[in-house]
């Protein structure tokens, strides 16, 4: 069984730019998730789907920073105008709700603002 | 809202020795918990989940503890190897299934032979 499939797995960004980040998550999972987790420190969550409903975004930097899963399937992450301060790495995870909670991790997406 | 503190940071031991990893948390209604592992430049891989009042869980090398009176969870990692050098996270999870994971601020494990 194919696990999380994050793209791209690195990106380099002057501030200012944009960048998406996609996830695919594991075939059959209801419930999506987005973690940012800056250099040295734990994941913290932006936001995460049940479906295509979001569920909680109240950690998402609205203005800059968007989510979208349309079609309850894959789902993308995109920054705005990047700034320095959101240098991490970007994990995407899914989950089944009907189970025990454990989330399945991607590899991440790092990124770099200069 | 929910808040894990994990301690130490930063653990050194040599290889054969044992290391404790402490994570306290605050809400009461935390249902399940998890411990991860996280190797330079990899994702985060499961270790270990537990979600009775009060459980030990012995995996491949380490032991867990959940003592929900105190609302401590605990990774002792026993006979360590190098391989076992990582960052290790504790993760919090409320009421059942399908809600996100709260997680601890990570250790960094070294194991040195």
């Known amino acids: 069984e194919a696990g999380v499939t994050q793209s791209p797995r690195y990106a380099v960004l002057q501030e200012g730019q944009a960048v998406s980040f996609w996830c695919d998550p594991i075939?059959?999972?209801?419930?999506l998730y987005w973690y940012q987790q800056p250099r040295d420190q734990g994941p913290q969550l932006l936001v995460y789907?049940?479906?295509?409903?979001?569920?909680?975004n109240s950690q998402l930097p609205s203005d800059r920073f968007s989510a979208v899963r349309p079609k309850g399937t894959n789902s993308t992450l995109k920054i705005q105008s990047a700034k320095q301060g959101d240098t991490a790495t970007y994990l995407c995870?899914?989950?089944?709700?009907?189970?025990?909670?454990?989330?399945?991790f991607g590899e991440g997406s790092k990124l770099t603002v200069l | 809202g929910e808040q894990v503190e994990q301690r130490p940071p930063h653990l050194s031991v040599r290889e054969g020795d044992s290391a404790v990893i402490i994570c306290t948390y605050t809400?009461?209604?935390?249902?399940?918990f998890f411990w991860y592992k996280q190797e330079p430049g990899a994702g985060l891989q499961l270790l270990m989940k537990?979600?009775?009042?009060?459980e030990i869980n012995e995996g491949q090398g380490f032991t867990v503890l959940l003592n929900k009176k105190d609302k401590q969870l605990s990774l002792n990692l026993t006979a360590a190897h190098p391989g076992d050098s990582a960052v290790y996270f504790c993760?919090?999870?409320?009421?059942?299934?399908?809600?996100?994971?709260?997680f601890g601020t990570g250790t960094t494990v070294s194991v040195s032979p």
């Open positions: 995870a899914s989950s089944f709700s009907g189970t025990t909670g454990q989330l399945y």
């Open positions: 075939s059959g999972h209801d419930t």
């Open positions: 789907f049940r479906d295509e409903a979001v569920i909680d």
């Open positions: 809400d009461p209604n935390s249902y399940y």
């Open positions: 537990v979600f009775s009042s009060t």
């Open positions: 993760a919090v999870s409320l009421y059942q299934g399908g809600r996100a994971l709260i």
